[in-house]
């Protein structure tokens, strides 16, 4: 009873201010994360929400829908102040039947987090929790939109069961917005604050998402939010996990860059690969490929120490010209890509590098990288490359191994698991080597580009419905709006006052 009073007063509490939202949902998409975190907890008086399809949100069961009517047009607010957003974003193009978006302000942290949903049919959405300055609600949610869908592909293509789903955490809000640029005890403290809250918000969902370490969140955060949560992955070996999916991410891109050479009939020893972004997933990246021979390697990296370091690593390698390292201000520097020795652009930095007038500049012959949505409009860009004469790799068809490598974790690790291999290796049909060989040449054949053809080969798949669990993701988030005592006071409740600290 007290939970349903509560709610009562809450949604009381949001018309003064949903005629002013309905007029204007572009307003709310404007404000910086920071900023509609106050919306939510000082004018609506509440810390959580969600946009769920409506027929995951109806009574009727989800899995008697057909394919079609999963891209609907229509998505449930928790809130009635918040409809005329969830009315918007189901027009927007990023917008593609997601099955549901699940919104909290950290308890301790007041961050913005968010948990994307877009197609559970195969399994449990699993993904990686991206903790990103995002300037304001509209980028915030369509990256989420972007990289959910994403995941529903990678999986698809991989053949694994299991769905499609990514976390956000826009660390430019919270009351210590600069605790990931800071050291001390004090942004410590605060990081922890941050993943604790993560964790909270993933047991809330009931299982709805399985998280892993993204851009900006590491293994250790993983395991902080695990403090929480049982639903994460990619523990370190020393928890029984599998540890970085970076280092097999890696090996998967590097794959799927020769089977392009091949292809191309280039050889390793003969070409010239751009890496934008020695991170994570670059490093590793650019270490394979000065193994098997590349002969060069240019990357770029964003701090001087790290520079150096690399140097000094790779001493051989940069006496013999064979690697050239390059600071960047920004991760996000797309500039590198049009460099004029480039035989193959390996973009890992960062999503929407691609687009007409980077596009127009490149002089590589292949593009295959690590990061997500590199193009900024798939359909336009993709036929862009063709048009030019540039075999270019889907993501979501190369950077599978992140999710495979950690998918299936709680079966436990082996050394040097089959079940990972076949994936890096030429015998299976459905093997990275092969798969994007076999796009390539389906390409050539018909004249279609390489994006539509991995997305009708991903779409077909995504569909299919987990042969043991059903749409069980589904059931989950309708137990969640309808009726979940947890969920349901989260909604309906608001956040005590924190005072503004800085780190």
């Known amino acids: 009873m007290a939970t349903t009073n509560t709610a009562t007063t809450a949604v009381a509490a949001t018309t003064a201010v949903a005629a002013a939202a309905a007029d204007a949902p572009e307003a709310l998409l404007a404000l910086a994360p920071a900023a509609f975190v106050d919306f939510l907890v000082d004018r609506l008086g509440i810390t959580a929400f969600h946009i769920v399809r409506a027929d995951i949100a109806a009574a009727a069961a989800a899995t008697a829908r057909g394919p079609e009517e999963e891209n609907g047009a229509t998505a449930v607010a928790s809130h009635p102040a918040l409809q005329p957003l969830a009315d918007h974003l189901v027009k927007h193009p990023d917008y593609e039947g997601h099955e549901a978006i699940l919104v909290r302000v950290g308890a301790a942290s007041r961050t913005l987090q968010a948990v994307f949903l877009h197609r559970t049919r195969r399994g449990t959405a699993s993904g990686g929790v991206r903790n990103h300055p995002y300037p304001s609600l509209a980028l915030f949610l369509r990256d989420g939109l972007r990289l959910a869908r994403a995941m529903s592909l990678k999986s698809a293509l991989a053949g694994i069961w299991w769905g499609g789903g990514k976390a956000l955490i826009a660390r430019n809000s919270g ?62 070996e020393e928890r029984g996990g599998s540890g970085s999916p970076a280092p097999p991410t890696a090996r998967g891109v590097v794959e799927a860059l020769c089977a392009a050479l091949a292809f191309c009939g280039m050889s390793m020893e003969r070409c010239c690969v751009v890496v934008q972004g020695l991170g994570n997933v670059g490093l590793p990246l650019a270490r394979r490929l000065l193994a098997l021979g590349a002969r060069r390697v240019i990357g770029t990296v964003t701090r001087p120490a790290l520079k150096a370091q690399l140097e000094g690593e790779f001493a051989a390698a940069v006496a013999a010209g064979r690697l050239d390292l390059r600071v960047v201000a920004d991760r996000a520097d797309a500039t590198i890509l049009t460099d004029p020795d480039a035989d193959a652009v390996v973009p890992c930095a960062a999503g929407g590098v691609l687009q007409p007038d980077a596009i127009e500049k490149l002089r590589a012959k292949i593009v295959c990288g690590a990061a997500n949505n ?66 390539l040449e389906r390409a050539r054949r018909t004249g279609e580009t390489t994006h539509e053809i991995a997305m009708q080969l991903a779409a077909s798949r995504a569909h299919d419905l ?22 349901q006071k989260e909604i309906a409740q608001g956040l005590s006052p924190t005072p503004s600290a800085q780190v």
């Open 466 to 487: 987990h042969p043991f669990l059903g749409h069980r993701g589904a059931q989950i988030v309708r137990c969640l709006v309808q009726k979940d005592r947890r969920w």
């Open 374 to 439: 590199q193009l900024m409009d798939p359909d336009r860009d993709s036929r862009l490359l063709r048009d030019r004469g540039i075999v270019y790799v889907p993501d979501f068809l190369c950077n599978r191994m992140g999710i495979v490598s950690c998918a299936d974790e709680y079966a436990g690790t082996v050394d040097d698991d089959p079940r990972l291999e076949r994936h890096l290796g030429r015998d299976w049909d459905n093997s990275i080597y092969n798969l994007t060989t076999t796009v």
């Open 175 to 236: 009351i210590r917005p600069g605790w990931h640029d800071s050291e001390g005890e004090a942004a410590a403290a605060a990081r922890v604050d941050v993943y604790e809250d993560f964790g909270d918000l993933l047991s809330l969902l009931r299982g709805a998402f399985v998280a892993a370490p993204d851009v900006g969140s590491a293994v250790a955060d993983v395991v902080v939010s695990a403090r929480r949560s049982r639903h994460v992955s990619c523990l370190p």
